[in-house]
C-alpha cells in the first residue's frame, strides 16, 4: 500500500479542480446534499470556493493521482476560550473518489490534516460521521480518534 | 418562565467579561479542559479572545442579566462545496453560570444563534455534545436538532 501511495499528492485545492470536485460530491448518494453537476450550479460552487479561499481559518485540500483529482477534504481551524484558550481544527467533507477507495487515500488525507494541526499547535482534531457511516467510524477509530461525542443537526432549509 | 427571560440581553462579548467567561468554564467539571481562574493562564485568555474577535467566521457571545453574564456560547459560520456550497454555522462552548441552570436561559443562546444563522442564509446549525451529556442531548432533540451523528475527537496535547 505504501508504494501505491507515494504517488499521492495532497495540496490546497484550487479552482480549476472544482469540476471534477463537484463531480466527487454528486456522487455521494448518503451525504444527501443534492450536489449536482448541472452546469446552473456551477457558479454557487465557485462562490463557495471563493469564500474559503478568502477565509483564514478554513483551506479545502485535494488528494491527486496522476494529475486527477481522487480525493478531497476541508479543514477549519476555530480558537475558543476554553482549555486555556486552545485552538481545535475541525475536519469537514471528507470524500474519496468511489473508485479508488480502499487503498489508503482516506487514511493519509486525515493524517496529512493531523500533522497540520500539529504544526499549528492545535490542541484538538474533531469530525463528525453521519451514523449510518459504520465503516468511516471504524476507519476514525483506528486512526485513533475517540466517539466522544454526539452531533447533532438541524436543517435550515 | 417568559417574564424571567425577558430580562436576559444576548450580546457579543467584550474582553472585561473575560474574568466571567473564565470563571464560567472553570466550574465546568465534565468539559476537562483544565480551565482556570489562575492569574498565569490569563493571558492566553486573552489571546484566544483577540484571535476570535479577529475572526470574520467566530462570534463569541454572552447571555448577561442585571450586568452579570450568565451564560455563553460561540457560533462559527464555514463554507463548504457541498450542498451547492451551502454554509453551516457550529455552535460551540455553551455554558449557563451553574447557577443560573433550568431557567430557559439555554434554550434562550441557542434560539438566538439559530435566529442568527437563518439571517445568514445558512443551510444548516450543527454541535456536538459530549456522549455523557444525557441533559444536554434530550434539550437539544427539544430545540429540533437530530442527532444524525457521532463526533469523533483526537487530542494532540
Redesign the interface.
Known amino acids: 500500500m505504501a508504494a501505491e501511495l507515494s504517488d499521492i499528492l495532497i495540496r490546497q485545492a484550487r479552482r480549476e479542480d ?1 469540476p471534477a ?2 463531480a466527487m ?1 454528486a456522487a455521494d448518494a448518503l ?1 444527501g ?4 453537476t448541472e452546469p446552473e ?1 456551477f457558479p ?6 471563493a ?2 479561499e478568502a ?4 483551506t ?1 485540500y485535494v488528494a491527486e493521482r496522476g494529475g486527477e483529482v481522487v480525493g478531497t477534504f ?1 479543514t ?1 481551524v ?10 481545535a481544527m ?1 475536519i ?2 471528507v470524500q474519496t473518489r468511489a473508485d479508488m477507495r480502499g487503498q489508503g487515500i482516506g487514511a493519509l488525507m486525515i493524517e496529512f490534516a ?1 500533522a497540520k ?2 504544526g499549528r499547535g ?10 449510518m457511516r459504520r465503516d468511516a ?1 471504524r476507519f ?2 483506528r ?15
Not at 446534499?33 to 449536482?36: A, C, E, I, P, V
Not at 480558537?79 to 486555556?84: A, E, F, K, M, R
Not at 486512526?143 to 432549509?157: Q, R, V, W, Y
Open positions: 472544482l470536485l463537484v460530491f451525504g446534499h443534492g450536489d449536482t450550479a454557487d460552487y465557485l462562490r463557495a470556493f469564500v474559503i477565509s483564514p481559518d478554513q479545502l476541508q477549519m476555530t480558537t475558543s476560550l476554553t482549555g486555556c484558550g486552545s485552538s475541525i469537514e467533507a493531523i494541526a500539529k492545535v490542541r484538538l482534531v474533531q469530525l463528525t460521521s453521519n451514523m467510524h476514525y477509530e486512526l485513533g480518534f475517540k466517539p466522544s461525542h454526539l452531533g447533532f443537526k438541524m436543517a435550515l432549509k
